[in-house]
């Protein structure tokens, strides 16, 4: 069966959670290696599973019943910067800075998502993943942009899980689809 590495981030424990460490292991999650980051806690999973998916989501599972009020709030990494990208894709990150600023390639790198302003901008891994694969620069077969399209539909679902007013946010979705719609609504 296929080993899959992937890392949780969870909310409602820190650090100074009592029994931490037993509760989770005890749940199942005997796989994983409990990190902080400052009080905030993470796990790192080496998931024996038959697909991405099954491991992530039976290790939530294992997490959110651990009796810790621990939530899984995200998966892994769906936005990256240009060292993020670099890593994954096994580029250097110089050929990847060219290839965003056009200076090598067909200049369509995808635009980045966040931080437009910043120094840092950052891109949907699912979106540049794509892009390698369409240009030549990996290969598809290296499952990279399937398991990228999974790692953004998990942490959507649990954005969506964690929303204050789901209603609202279905609106917004609707309204999206629909934009002829938009007057109807009182926003």
């Not at 998931?47 to 651990?66: C, N």
């Not at 998966?75 to 990256?80: E, R």
């Not at 890593?87 to 995808?110: C, D, H």
């Not at 891994?125 to 499952?143: M, P």
């Amino acid at each position: 069966m296929p080993l899959h590495n992937f890392t949780l981030t969870l909310s409602g424990v820190t650090s100074d959670t009592t029994r931490l460490e037993d509760a989770l292991f005890e749940s199942g999650c005997d796989d994983a290696l409990i990190a902080f980051y400052g009080t905030s806690v993470y796990l790192e999973f080496d998931r024996e599973s038959d697909s991405l998916a099954k491991a992530i989501m039976t290790a939530i599972r294992d997490i959110e019943s651990a009796g810790l009020n621990a939530r899984v709030e995200s998966v892994d990494t769906v936005l990256v910067g240009l060292s993020d990208i670099a890593g994954l894709a096994g580029l250097t990150r110089q050929s990847v800075a060219l290839l965003k600023e056009g200076a090598r390639g067909p200049r369509n790198f995808p635009n980045p998502v966040q931080r437009l302003k910043g120094s840092s901008p950052l891109w949907r891994w699912k979106d540049v993943a794509g892009w390698l694969v369409s240009e030549g620069r990996i290969t598809a077969s290296d499952e990279l942009v399937e398991n990228a399209g999974i790692l953004a539909n998990i942490n959507l679902a649990l954005q969506l899980r964690s929303a204050p007013e789901p209603k609202q946010v279905s609106q917004f979705a609707y309204l999206l689809e629909h934009q002829e719609d938009i007057t109807v609504f009182s926003l």
